[in-house]
């Protein structure tokens, strides 16, 4: 159980955080955001994005601009804010120094690579 | 072939089958729920929605097809993925609590797949979490009790049909959530396959597979009935059909004389025929009919036909009735006549039967009877008396005031004026011969032949001089009036006794009086 919740929260402050990188390449759309996730391994259904997605939009971090579509209705199209990218700065100053504690606390230690899904 | 249905997606029209619409719309149901509590739900089951069609919009170009299936729904929705999996952003986990699986209100359906009729016993018993076979128990003994069938015909127009699945899935109080969804939805696919309506053989008890299998035997013991009735109910109308005509052949050929067939004037026998032809003709065919229609369910049959039928039935009824009432009308008036005749005096008289059957050859060869057989009895001595006709003779022994004994033959008949009645009385004959001190009796009047039965009756009061002596033979008992042989006779005794009686200045009176008494005593003290 305790497991489980820490996993969930690692899980979830970084998916944030991809997200917000993933937006700040270029414009996206959700389904590819889902593409790149999975590409990274990062696998979460794409149920679990739309309320995410809203809530950073609605917290002002992203833009989205409606796009034609070939097939069916309209995109959304994502951009970051200014705000959006002064977050993901912040992020990822936390990131770096989080990464390099990880990585020192993990010196000396062999993990092994793992596609097994969390 | 199967239904689709066209739905909307946020201004995309899509054809969508039954099946995967119910299930996407459980899905999407499950989402809306799920999002309920979280702001801007709107907006994430907007975006969720637009991203399900374009995802249809994809899966249908791409294998050109123009119908969405249920794989296409669980293709999409697998990858929307479930709404459990949707929590992993939730920042409140409280939220969780109030989504997922939710419990449903059970409603009160009828379950067709679990019928014997109606499926109303089988819904009421989802309802209440019983077994079917014990609600069909109560309502089998309610039937009994005369409140059965009505009650049964108003549920069955009140509870509406479980038609969907989410309908069925209410109606066993299932939450409907897109797993159970599924679950039920592969249950039902995998039934088909394995040519049950519903697999749940590991799902539920086996108490409840038995009630299913009592189900299933009904409705095989309901097929089975219904097959019966229709194979016999088709001969029955061949073999009635072709009865009539023989029958009415044969009735006009003036071929059926005896009782109640005489009844009936010549003028109305093919009416009659024809409107009893009818009465039976009709039911029979509509419950063929029905028993078709219950056995192959597309059998449809237009309510033009029955209500046909009712008219042509109530038509024969009518015809019958009218007719009947006019035979009825030929009993009105009763008239008669009395035939005086002296017998030779004797101190004592034998009354017997005439044991001579009026029999003529013309008559045995019409009835079709061996003569010298018939059921293992002889015919010429049998003391029945023609049997074309109801009994028809009585008998009354009284003291004469004279000194010669004296018979009188009382013939009456009825008819629809008194004139036609005592005709109808004179053409009836009966036969009394004396030889010496035996007095032989018919047994009936004789009528001829083709005449009409008009309650052609003949009373006979014997007069008989005080202080002579009758035998009595005992076949005379169901024809004698105010005296019963059996006072006169030892018991177990044979019908051609002859019981001794003297006529007194009272009447009649058994000779041997005290002698049967006793034994009577006798055999009580026994």
Aim: a neutral charge.
């Amino acid at each position: 159980m305790i497991v489980e919740n820490t996993q969930t929260q690692m899980r979830k402050g970084i998916l944030e955080y991809c997200i917000l990188s993933l937006i700040s390449r270029e414009e996206i759309y959700a389904s590819d955001i889902i593409s790149e996730l999975t590409k990274a391994r990062l696998i979460v259904v794409e149920g679990t994005i739309y309320p995410l997605l809203t809530r950073l939009k609605n917290n002002g971090l992203l833009i989205y601009n409606w796009q034609e579509s070939t097939s069916g209705p309209p995109r959304k199209y994502y951009i970051l804010s200014p705000a959006g990218l002064e977050v993901l700065k912040r992020l990822d100053t936390t990131w770096s120094e989080l990464s390099y504690a990880v990585e020192v606390s993990l010196e000396n230690r062999i993990i092994e690579p793992t596609t097994e899904k969390s | 072939m199967n239904k689709t249905i066209i739905i909307n997606i946020n201004g995309t029209v899509f054809h969508i089958e039954e099946d995967a619409y119910e299930v996407l719309r459980t899905y999407m149901t499950g989402v809306k729920r799920h999002f309920t509590y979280t702001t801007d739900s709107e907006e994430i089951v907007t975006d969720i929605e637009n991203r399900l069609a374009e995802m249809f919009s994809e899966r249908l170009k791409l294998d050109h097809k123009q119908v969405i299936i249920i794989d296409d729904v669980e293709f999409v929705t697998e990858k929307m993925g479930v709404v459990d999996d949707f929590d992993i952003d939730e920042e409140d986990q409280t939220i969780r609590l109030s989504t997922g699986a939710y419990k449903t209100e059970k409603k009160l359906f009828r379950d067709t797949e679990d019928s014997l009729v109606g499926g109303v016993c089988s819904g009421i018993g989802h309802y209440f979490g019983v077994e079917p076979k014990w609600i069909r128990l109560i309502a089998i003994i309610t039937l009994f009790m005369g409140i059965g069938i009505p009650l049964y015909i108003i549920l069955w127009l009140i509870i509406p049909k479980a038609k969907s699945r989410v309908d069925k899935m209410a109606m066993k109080g299932e939450p409907i959530n897109i797993q159970n969804f599924k679950k039920n939805f592969d249950e039902e696919i995998e039934g088909l396959k394995s040519g049950l309506r519903t697999a749940s053989k590991e799902a539920k008890p086996a108490i409840n597979r038995l009630a299913r299998f009592i189900g299933k035997a009904g409705m095989l013991f309901i097929k089975f009935i219904g097959a019966i009735i229709i194979l016999t109910g088709v001969i029955g109308l061949f073999v009635l059909a072709l009865g009539l005509i023989t029958f009415l052949g044969y009735w006009n050929g003036n071929q059926l004389n005896t009782f109640p067939f005489n009844v009936v004037n010549p003028g109305y026998k093919s009416v009659l025929t024809l409107s009893a032809f009818t009465l039976i003709f009709i039911p029979i065919t509509a419950l063929v009919i029905f028993a078709i229609r219950v056995l192959f369910a597309h059998f449809e049959v237009s309510k033009t036909l029955y209500f046909g039928m009712l008219i042509i039935w109530l038509a024969g009824l009518g015809i019958g009735v009218y007719h009947i009432s006019k035979i009825g009308s030929e009993f009105n008036e009763e008239a008669q006549f009395s035939v005086k005749s002296n017998l030779k005096r004797s101190k004592s008289f034998y009354l017997k039967l005439n044991p001579v059957q009026y029999l003529t050859k013309e008559d045995s060869m019409d009835y079709n009877i061996d003569p010298n057989n018939f059921k293992g009895r002889i015919i010429l001595n049998s003391r029945r008396g023609e049997f074309n006709l109801p009994r028809n003779v009585s008998l009354k022994i009284e003291k004469a005031d004279v000194g010669t004994p004296v018979l009188i033959q009382e013939f009456s008949a009825k008819g629809p004026d008194f004139q036609t009645a005592l005709e109808n009385a004179q053409r009836a004959k009966h036969r009394y011969i004396q030889t010496d001190s035996t007095l032989l009796f018919d047994g009936n009047t004789h009528l001829q032949k083709g005449e009409l039965w008009r309650d052609q009756n003949v009373h006979l009061i014997l007069r008989i001089p005080e202080s002579t002596t009758l035998f009595i033979e005992g076949t005379l008992n169901r024809y004698l009036e105010d005296y019963s042989l059996w006072d006169c006779q030892p018991q177990n005794a044979k019908s051609d006794f002859l019981s001794e009686w003297i006529m007194t200045a009272n009447g009649l009176k058994c000779k041997n009086d005290s002698l049967y008494n006793q034994k009577e005593n006798s055999t009580e003290r026994q």
